[in-house]
Every structure is written in structure tokens, then in C-alpha cells.
T-cell receptor, first 114, second 112 residues
Framework: DGGITQSPKYLFRKEGQNVTLSCEQN?????MYWYRQDPGQGLRLIYY???????QKGDIAEGYSVSREKKESFPLTVTSAQKNPTAFYLC?????????????FGSGTRLTVV | GQNIDQPTEMTATEGAIVQINCTYQ??????LFWYQQHAGEAPTFLSY????GLEEKGRFSSFLSRSKGYSYLLLKELQMKDSASYLC?????????????FGAGTQVVVTP
């Protein structure tokens, strides 16, 4: 079955550390997205990529970095510059081939600063 | 920018009907999505509206009025498993694809 795999499911980070969240898809979709979810708030866009080797900042990109070297993979690094990284992180790939052209989400990574 | 508003929480009894409203103010519009999200899990697609009117899919229906910036999701014959957060998301018309903007979600609690 096609889908999106995020790992790890839970991640603990010490202050001052960089951590990388993995996102892999086998849906053959070009566009991929990273969102952050905090309690009581909507999903907020961190970064997105519409094609391999290209990516753009979203609304809250500060303290984060991404790469898109392969179509299947879109890892997110949370750097030490991100002051409040504790959140639920969701990766999505976008279907642009057949209606209704929506997102498929991964199961998420819950990051906690300890 | 975008402003997407939906109620924080709604409670309903098993077997009843619940309507979740979503209002939006956007610089453009290219579709509205509804997603269901159970706690700690991925959002899953429920419905998509790009033209005015009602889209029905089993127990779930979604309505859109573009002139009013308004949508609702109707859940009929509620089941306990429908207890979840329901997310309204709008695609900004400045892009043909991508970049959904999400509301904060409506937590639906179904009681026996």
C-alpha cells in the first residue's frame, strides 16, 4: 500500500541539540509539506517542496531546515535555534494527479525537549 | 493572509446529527477540505468542495458557499468512533496547488 512513513514516533531532544525527523513516501507525489501542530492551534506550515532539489519556507520556518535530494524523502531538522520545539510534527504529500488533489499525512512525530 | 474559524468543541449523543461550521477570509480561494484527526494520529481526508453546494459521502456531507466564505461538515447517525477533531482547511487561490491553511479544529465528543 502507498503511504507516508514518519519516524521516529516519539523523539526527545536536549536543549542545544539538533534533531532530524524522517519522512518517506512511496506515493510518487512531487509535492511534500511539513506542518507543526500545537494544542488549540491549527496546523502551521514550516517548509514545503514542490519538486526535488527545491523547497520554500512556510509561515514558521525559523529554527528549521529541510532537504529534498530524492523524491521519496523530505527530512526536517529542528535546530537549536528553534526556541520552542516541543510539538507534534506532521509530514504530508500532495496528490496532484487525480481529484480531489488533497494531502496524505504521515502518522506524525511527537518531539519533546527535555 | 488567511483567517479560518471553527468552533473549539461540540458534544452530541450517539445516533444524533452534528454540524460543524467553518468560516474563512482569504485573499483567494481554490478549494476547501475537511479532515478527521483522532488524538495522536494523522489527519485523514473526509471531503473536498471547490464549487458551491452540497457534497454527500455516506454519513458525512459537506457544504460550501464561496460568496459567504462559509462551509459546514454534517455528521449523521453519530457513532462513538466519530469522537475526533475535525479540521477545516482552505487552499489559497494564489497557488493552483498546495499550501493548505488549517483552522484550529473542532473537537467532537460523542456520548452514549
Amino acid at each position: 500500500d502507498g503511504g507516508i512513513t514518519q519516524s521516529p514516533k516519539y523523539l526527545f531532544r536536549k536543549e542545544g541539540q539538533n534533531v532530524t525527523l524522517s519522512c518517506e513516501q512511496n506515493l510518487n507525489h512531487d509535492a511534500m509539506y511539513w506542518y507543526r501542530q500545537d494544542p488549540g492551534q491549527g496546523l502551521r506550515l514550516i517548509y514545503y517542496s514542490q519538486i526535488v532539489n527545491d523547497f520554500q519556507k512556510g509561515d514558521i520556518a525559523e529554527g528549521y531546515s529541510v532537504s529534498r535530494e530524492k523524491k521519496e524523502s523530505f527530512p526536517l531538522t529542528v535546530t537549536s535555534a528553534q526556541k520552542n520545539p516541543t510539538a507534534f510534527y506532521l509530514c504530508a504529500a500532495e496528490n496532484r494527479d487525480t481529484p480531489p488533489y488533497g494531502y496524505t499525512f504521515g502518522s506524525g512525530t511527537r518531539l519533546t525537549v527535555v | 493572509g488567511q483567517n479560518i474559524d471553527q468552533p473549539t468543541e461540540m458534544t452530541a449523543t450517539e445516533g444524533a446529527i452534528v454540524q460543524i461550521n467553518c468560516t474563512y477570509q482569504t485573499s483567494g480561494f481554490n478549494g476547501l477540505f475537511w479532515y478527521q484527526q483522532h488524538a495522536g494520529e494523522a489527519p485523514t481526508f473526509l471531503s473536498y468542495n471547490v464549487l458551491d453546494g452540497l457534497e454527500e459521502k455516506g454519513r458525512f456531507s459537506s457544504f460550501l458557499s464561496r460568496s459567504k466564505g462559509y462551509s459546514y461538515l454534517l455528521l449523521k447517525e453519530l457513532q462513538m468512533k466519530d469522537s475526533a477533531s475535525y479540521l477545516c482547511a482552505v487552499r489559497d487561490g494564489s497557488d493552483s496547488w498546495g499550501k493548505l491553511q488549517f483552522g484550529a479544529g473542532t473537537q467532537v465528543v460523542v456520548t452514549p
